[in-house]
């Protein structure tokens, strides 16, 4: 009756789910897990093609099976599953805190072959073991979470695992609980992606082969017009509901959720990757390769990264402890009015990273030159003309007025606090590229400003700076608000003949 079923499945329109490839990937082995009772090759064997286009991977996977077995439940039947992972992730075990909302992602140290042993990391870490932390001989109330909730657990940040049985047309994405402690952070949940896999069976003399076509949404995390990502094909063999599960892998050091021991694809094009909301050939120019995940039925950006634990203000992990955290990259298209007859489109990146600062990245598209421009204080906190646009100059020339920052202190504390320094730029484009004005600030706790580069003016006691064009492209103006009206001040930069801006006396 099984078999019947199978059959019918099968003469369901293959041509339509199988679409054209461009690359093919080659599995010449299979290997037996670790600690697992190894298979006879009567009883279990595989051959496996892999084929790639831009839109989806290919799985053809012929399986030498003496019993085929197929339960309701689909963990303990004959079955394949396939693991995705995007190529800069090595493990999944972490220390975490929490879920959702409050979780807290922890680990012994960023290298790929160290467990994430939640006893070896409070042994040999420098982790509070109290709600109290001494500090410079004070006891300052901790930040991080108590040991006591702490936990071993995965994490599937950069990985996806689908499972495929002989009885099914599509496949079922496992472990979806494994994300739960990046929602608050990213922003979102990957979506369910069972729905784009489709799967045929076709039996045959000595066990069976199952066709699965998987789009590259079930990658679920990738970066924009991906060439590499790592996969892993694992096949288990259940002969009836009370024999042992025997198994096979294409990874011939086969651990549980690792994808360092993953195989791995290199392609020769791109997958069709990306996010819709800014034309590919802007991403494309500018070469901003953003990561991604799927969620919402479309590819979001996100960051991430790792640092030392800080545990309360100025007490720093000294003892090889970071901290994971992600964060949503919210990334959009900007159009500029044409300028000098050529259009000018930019792709803007928001995002608040490791750092205390709220950022912003801005890539200027103009003539097939790519200009950057950094945000911080300036741009994203006031309302401005100045910064962050393209100006015609008198002579005809085309300059961008740039922003960019730099943190005093990445973490957020230090001397004094957090800071940063702050950079404001206009930089001729096209054939004759030259810097016309440079000015830098540091307007937290320190208070200066500086202006201009042949006739640099220096200022103290400043509270804030506000650049605006009096002239687009031929005269600005800087007001200075100082600590107090007697520290005001105003100066006005005009462009000479010399082709740069220079302080009017």
Same mark, same amino acid.
């Given at each position: 009756?099984?078999?019947?079923?199978?059959l019918a499945?099968?003469?369901?329109s293959y041509?339509?789910?199988?679409?054209q490839k461009?690359?093919v990937?080659?599995l &010449?082995?299979f290997y037996?897990f670790?600690?697992?009772?190894?298979?006879?090759p009567?009883?279990l064997?595989v &051959?496996s093609l892999?084929?790639?286009?831009?839109?989806?991977?290919y799985f053809?996977?012929?399986?030498?099976?003496?019993?085929?077995?197929?339960?309701?439940? !689909?963990?303990?039947s004959d079955?394949?599953?396939i693991?995705?992972?995007?190529n800069?992730?090595?493990?999944?075990?972490?220390?975490v805190?929490?879920?959702?909302k409050?979780?807290r992602?922890f680990?012994?140290?960023g290298?790929?072959g160290? $467990?994430a042993?939640?006893?070896n990391?409070?042994?040999?870490?420098?982790y509070?073991?109290?709600?109290?932390?001494e500090?410079?001989g004070?006891?300052?109330?901790s930040?991080?979470?108590?040991r006591k909730?702490?936990?071993?657990?995965?994490?599937?940040f950069?990985?996806s695992?689908?499972?495929f049985?002989?009885?099914?047309?599509?496949g079922?994405?496992?472990d979806?609980?494994?994300?739960?402690a990046?929602?608050?952070?990213?922003?979102?949940l990957?979506? $369910?992606?069972s729905?784009?896999?489709?799967c045929?069976?076709?039996?045959?003399?000595?066990?069976y082969k199952?066709?699965?076509?998987?789009?590259?949404?079930?990658?679920? @995390?990738a970066?924009?017009?991906?060439? $590499?990502?790592? /996969?892993c094909?694992?096949v288990?063999?259940?002969?009836?509901a009370?024999s042992a599960?025997?198994?096979?892998?294409?990874?011939?050091?086969?651990?549980?959720?690792?994808?360092?021991?993953?195989?791995?694809?290199?392609?020769k094009? !791109?997958? +069709?990757?990306?996010? &819709?909301?800014?034309d590919?050939?802007l991403?494309e120019k500018?070469?901003i390769n953003?990561?991604l /995940?799927?969620s919402g039925?479309?590819?979001?950006g @996100?960051?991430f990264g790792?640092?030392?634990?800080?545990?309360s203000?100025?007490?720093?992990?000294?003892?090889?402890?970071?901290?994971?955290?992600f /964060?949503p990259?919210?990334?959009?298209?900007?159009?500029? !009015?044409d300028? +000098?007859g050529?259009?000018?489109?930019?792709m803007?990146?928001?995002y608040?990273?490791?750092?205390?600062?709220?950022?912003?990245d801005l890539?200027?598209l /103009?003539?097939?030159?790519?200009?950057?421009?950094?945000?911080?204080?300036y741009l994203?906190?006031?309302?401005?003309?100045?910064v +962050?646009?393209?100006?015609?100059?008198?002579?005809?020339?085309v300059?961008?007025?740039l922003?960019d920052?730099?943190?005093a202190d990445?973490?957020g504390?230090g001397?004094?606090g957090?800071?940063?320094?702050?950079?404001?730029?206009?930089?001729q484009v096209?054939a004759?590229?030259?810097?016309?004005?440079?000015?830098?600030?540091?307007?937290?706790?320190?208070?200066?400003?500086?202006f201009?580069e042949?006739?640099?003016? &220096?200022?103290?006691?400043?509270?804030?700076?506000?650049?605006?064009?009096?002239?687009p492209g031929?005269?600005f103006?800087?007001?200075?608000?100082?600590l107090?009206k007697?520290?005001?001040k105003?100066f006005v @930069?005009?462009?000479?003949?010399?082709?740069?801006?220079r302080?009017e006396?």
């Amino acid at each position: 009756m099984l078999r019947n079923y199978i059959l019918a499945i099968y003469c369901l329109s293959y041509f339509s789910v199988f679409a054209q490839k461009e690359e093919v990937l080659k599995l &010449s082995s299979f290997y037996p897990f670790p600690a697992k009772e190894i298979p006879g090759p009567k009883d279990l064997s595989v &051959s496996s093609l892999v084929e790639v286009s831009a839109d989806s991977i290919y799985f053809s996977i012929d399986i030498v099976d003496d019993q085929l077995f197929v339960n309701g439940d !689909p963990s303990k039947s004959d079955r394949v599953e396939i693991w995705f992972a995007m190529n800069e992730v090595n493990f999944s075990d972490y220390i975490v805190a929490g879920s959702r909302k409050n979780a807290r992602i922890f680990r012994n140290s960023g290298e790929a072959g160290d $467990n994430a042993n939640l006893t070896n990391f409070l042994k040999n870490g420098d982790y509070p073991a109290g709600e109290k932390i001494e500090y410079q001989g004070k006891l300052l109330k901790s930040t991080v979470p108590e040991r006591k909730e702490l936990r071993e657990d995965r994490l599937f940040f950069g990985i996806s695992h689908f499972s495929f049985t002989p009885n099914e047309l599509t496949g079922k994405q496992l472990d979806r609980d494994k994300y739960d402690a990046m929602e608050e952070q990213l922003g979102g949940l990957p979506d $369910n992606l069972s729905s784009s896999t489709r799967c045929q069976t076709e039996i045959t003399p000595n066990g069976y082969k199952l066709k699965i076509a998987m789009h590259n949404r079930c990658l679920s @995390f990738a970066q924009q017009f991906a060439k $590499n990502f790592k /996969y892993c094909i694992d096949v288990f063999d259940k002969d009836d509901a009370a024999s042992a599960e025997q198994m096979l892998s294409s990874s011939p050091n086969r651990f549980y959720a690792r994808p360092y021991y993953f195989n791995k694809a290199s392609l020769k094009k !791109p997958l +069709n990757i990306a996010i &819709s909301d800014v034309d590919k050939t802007l991403i494309e120019k500018t070469g901003i390769n953003i990561h991604l /995940y799927f969620s919402g039925g479309k590819w979001k950006g @996100f960051g991430f990264g790792n640092g030392a634990i800080i545990y309360s203000e100025g007490v720093v992990s000294e003892s090889n402890l970071v901290e994971y955290t992600f /964060y949503p990259l919210q990334v959009k298209q900007v159009d500029y !009015p044409d300028i +000098n007859g050529s259009p000018v489109r930019c792709m803007a990146i928001d995002y608040k990273d490791l750092s205390p600062f709220r950022q912003q990245d801005l890539y200027f598209l /103009y003539n097939n030159e790519v200009v950057i421009s950094r945000g911080y204080n300036y741009l994203i906190e006031k309302k401005s003309d100045f910064v +962050n646009r393209p100006v015609l100059l008198p002579n005809g020339q085309v300059a961008f007025v740039l922003y960019d920052f730099e943190p005093a202190d990445p973490q957020g504390w230090g001397e004094y606090g957090k800071m940063a320094d702050e950079f404001v730029y206009i930089q001729q484009v096209g054939a004759l590229p030259k810097s016309l004005y440079s000015g830098g600030q540091r307007v937290e706790k320190v208070h200066t400003a500086t202006f201009g580069e042949k006739d640099q003016t &220096s200022v103290k006691q400043v509270k804030d700076v506000i650049y605006s064009w009096i002239e687009p492209g031929k005269r600005f103006q800087i007001e200075v608000k100082g600590l107090d009206k007697s520290s005001d001040k105003r100066f006005v @930069f005009h462009f000479t003949e010399e082709g740069e801006f220079r302080l009017e006396k």
